[in-house]
């Protein structure tokens, strides 16, 4: 079975720097999918990024990008110039590419300050 | 992205009620709908799968009498929790499967919190 930690419950930032939320995974799957999900107050998930195992290059979206490290499997979440905006439950998720389930790790809480 | 509409988004009810939360993409055909239950500062507990014109599939330790998910066309999948305790109280969430030109993704509906009184 696969899973999926996040060992940072909870994370703060200050507002306009970096921050890096980790997300390791285990599978014997070599075709997935990864994605972060942003939950903000409002309880709406919202996609924030997603990789593909097979693409070497890592995503990137605005102020989001990923450190994707297949071989030690781990999907962190780099978030530049942090806004107030992106205080939110942020949760790693997995999804092989044969499946039909989504594995979620247990998400990471981050508070910007402003 | 893909947009995924759930209703009603929110719903008090009494105990021995049934209560129906639908579950729609919008913009996309779904085959495969998911449905999850999330507790406060939780991550999100998948309840089941739901494929069009099948059966569902339910995790382990999900009564699928109690939880009855019907997902009869490519657009919409149902959850009715019948004869609802307190305890099934919750928030509960669908998602769609979207395999199309954007990649293989997941989009999730706002949600429906359930308060069963």
């Known amino acids: 079975a696969q899973t999926v930690t996040q060992s940072q419950p909870e994370m703060s930032v200050q507002e306009a720097e970096t921050v890096t939320l980790s997300c390791t995974y285990d599978?014997?799957?070599?075709?997935?999918?990864l994605f972060w999900y942003k939950q903000p107050p409002s309880r709406q998930m919202i996609l924030v990024i997603r990789?593909?195992?097979?693409?070497?290059q890592n995503a990137t979206e605005n102020r989001f990008s990923v450190n994707f490290q297949k071989a030690a499997k781990s999907f962190s979440l780099k978030i530049s110039d942090s806004q107030l905006g992106d205080t939110a439950m942020y949760f790693c998720a997995f999804m092989a590419n044969t499946g039909n389930q989504f594995y979620f790790g247990t998400g990471t809480s981050l508070t910007v300050i402003p | 992205g893909a947009v995924v509409s759930q209703h009603p988004s929110r719903v008090i009810c009494k105990s021995g009620t049934s209560v129906k939360i639908e579950c729609r993409s919008l913009d996309f055909q779904a085959t495969t709908m998911f449905w999850y239950r999330q507790f406060p500062k939780k991550s999100l507990m998948l309840m089941a799968t739901s494929n069009e014109g099948s059966k569902a599939t339910y995790e382990q330790g999900v009564e699928k009498d109690k939880f009855l998910i019907n997902h009869a066309s490519l657009t919409l999948s149902t959850l009715t929790v019948t004869s609802a305790h307190p305890e099934d109280s919750s928030f509960y969430i669908c998602?769609?499967?979207?395999?199309?030109?954007?990649?293989?993704?997941?989009?999730f509906g706002p949600g429906t919190r359930l308060l069963v009184l």
């Open positions: 990789q593909e195992a097979y693409k070497q």
């Open positions: 599978t014997s799957e070599n075709n997935y999918y």
């Open positions: 998602s769609a499967r979207d395999p199309g030109p954007r990649g293989e993704t997941q989009y």
